[in-house]
């Protein structure tokens, strides 16, 4: 099969789409022939930072396709089933093996683009709004990177409960676009100080959800309210200064971190199927939205790679086989 491969950690150039072996349907896996790739936030981190588990190395950790193969365990599956998967890796290529019980089948009838792109966005900001930062109604939430996957999701779940959305993103475009999806104050963070708005706009916070890392999650301590709480899932920010909890103290707040398959998945299989199936339904039902910016072809990941990280994507890049 074809894949976008890559030989050692850094920029999107070294991604190469080669031919590399097709992989084998294990007793308790299916394999999945790839219709559409998810390229998620962590995938770009991976290639950039993350040790290569294995050389050359195929990231990704999202895809939907079709069921082509059922290993002899598996008694859920069949063959012919549309479904999107959660991947530790493997995405960026033609087929990949998954684990069964981190596939979700897909409605009949519905668009498989959109659906490829909600486990892992959805999936994590229902965690980090619910499970994690115990968001109600009428609380206040800060979603960072609100033109990512993640703060998309989570802007339009925090709507949805009825809690007041403060978003931050790095271009006035994305931010316009921010509050068609329901952010009630929108703040460019490269221009102002997103600490000072969110005082002027509605003084502190109840839950800040955080995807960048570094200085945002320092500076997001000070946004808090009393017990107010902060649930950190990502270093998109490419900042990995030191944490200092001292100002946590202060408002006897608290800070969560966040992994979706090494934390809940792994340690609340059911719950968090259970959270990605109401998320898909929800997107199938057109009650949720994806937004795909763009789609390029698999053969075409650097470029993929590198749109995103020019900061241009708005929502999801996916690719094609
Ligand atoms: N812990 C978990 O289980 C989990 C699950 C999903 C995702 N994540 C992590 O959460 C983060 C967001 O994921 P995602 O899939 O939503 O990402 P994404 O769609 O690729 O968006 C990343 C966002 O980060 C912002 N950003 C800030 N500095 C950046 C930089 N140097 N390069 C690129 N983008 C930068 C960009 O917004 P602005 O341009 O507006 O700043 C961009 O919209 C990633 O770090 C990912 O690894 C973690």
């Given at each position: 099969?074809?894949a ?26 299916v394999?999945i ?21 294995r ?18 365990n598996v ?7 549309r ?52 968001l ?52 460019n ?25 570094g ?8 946004v ?19 944490f ?24 609340e ?24 910016d ?17 900061r ?10």
């Amino acid at each position: 099969m074809k894949a976008a491969v890559y030989y050692k950690n850094g920029g999107p150039e070294v991604l190469q789409y080669e031919d590399v072996p097709d992989p084998v349907c294990p007793p308790d896996g299916v394999l999945i022939d790839i219709e559409v790739i998810s390229v998620e936030g962590g995938d770009t981190i991976h290639r950039s930072m993350v040790p290569l588990p294995r050389v050359p190395n195929i990231v990704g950790y999202q895809a939907a396709g079709t069921v082509r193969e059922v290993g002899a365990n598996v008694k859920n599956r069949r063959v012919g089933q549309r479904v999107v998967a959660v991947l530790e890796n493997g995405s960026h290529a033609e087929k990949v093996v998954a684990r069964p019980e981190f596939t979700w089948i897909v409605p009949d009838g519905a668009d498989l683009t959109p659906l490829a792109c909600v486990p892992v966005a959805f999936g994590t900001a229902h965690e980090a709004l619910f499970d994690l930062g115990g968001l109600t109604k009428g609380q206040k939430v800060l979603v960072h990177a609100g033109g990512s996957g993640v703060g998309l999701a989570a802007i339009q779940l925090a709507k949805a409960v009825g809690a007041v959305v403060l978003t931050t993103a790095s271009s006035d475009d994305k931010l316009a676009r921010l509050r068609e999806f329901g952010a009630d104050y929108a703040i460019n963070y490269k221009t102002t100080s997103f600490k000072d708005e969110v005082a002027k706009a509605v003084g502190t916070v109840d839950l800040v959800v955080d995807p960048i890392g570094g200085k945002t999650l320092q500076d997001s301590v000070e946004v808090l309210k009393y017990k107010g709480r902060i649930v950190n899932l990502g270093r998109a920010g490419r900042d990995s200064g030191a944490f200092d909890p001292y100002p946590l103290w202060l408002r006897n707040g608290s800070l969560h971190g966040l992994h979706l398959l090494f934390g809940s998945a792994s340690h609340e299989l059911a719950r968090f199927q259970g959270v990605i199936s109401e998320c898909i339904e929800r997107v199938a039902r057109g009650e949720l939205r994806v937004v795909v910016d763009r789609k390029f072809a698999l053969a075409d990941a650097a470029q993929a790679h590198a749109h995103i990280e020019q900061r241009s994507a708005f929502g999801r890049v996916v690719m094609l086989p």
